[in-house]
């Protein structure tokens, strides 16, 4: 899929790219969830698939919060307070922290929710908010919450396909 220029298209997009990202988890027998052999994030790391959907939450929760603070005109520190674009490592490992001791199904749960979270936010901006001005400084809202929902959501569904063909899971 191209890269979203409007909000129909990005709606279409987060919904297309999540629902096929979905039936992929719930195929996944819950006993390898929290097993560490996906490719992590970072070079040479591994993580679970509990800790990938953490990742997917965390981002997506982060997205919601940006929003929320933009429009009560508060100050946002991106991408989170207490951290710098060039330690996103430091997040990623947060994100795991924050929902280390969420089971697979909470995970999921979690994932909708955000998700759901996410459609209402754009369902509830015109175009033009999303992708008519500028939001972060060069990017578009629009853009934003593309690179934090729906091209994450395709990047995990490589991970888990390349590991289910490694662990010969079909």
Request: avoid cysteine; charged fraction near 30%.
């Amino acid at each position: 899929m191209s890269v979203p220029t409007h909000k129909e298209e990005l709606q279409k997009t987060i919904h297309t790219n999540y629902h096929k990202l979905k039936k992929d988890l719930l195929a996944i027998p819950h006993a390898f969830t929290t097993m560490e052999e996906l490719e992590g994030h970072a070079k040479g790391t591994l993580m679970s698939i509990n800790d990938l959907m953490a990742y997917l939450i965390g981002w997506g929760e982060l997205v919601l919060k940006w929003n929320q603070k933009k429009e009560n005109n508060e100050q946002v520190d991106f991408p989170e307070t207490g951290y710098k674009w060039n330690e996103l490592g430091k997040l990623v490992q947060k994100f795991y922290e924050d929902y280390k001791n969420d089971d697979y199904p909470a995970l999921l749960e979690k994932l909708h929710k955000t998700v759901t979270k996410i459609l209402l936010l754009v369902d509830q901006k015109t175009n033009t908010a999303l992708y008519k001005v500028v939001w972060y400084e060069k990017w578009t809202l629009g853009r934003m919450i593309q690179f934090n929902t729906a091209s994450p959501y395709t990047n995990a569904r490589g991970k888990i396909r390349k590991w289910e063909k490694d662990k010969q899971i079909a």
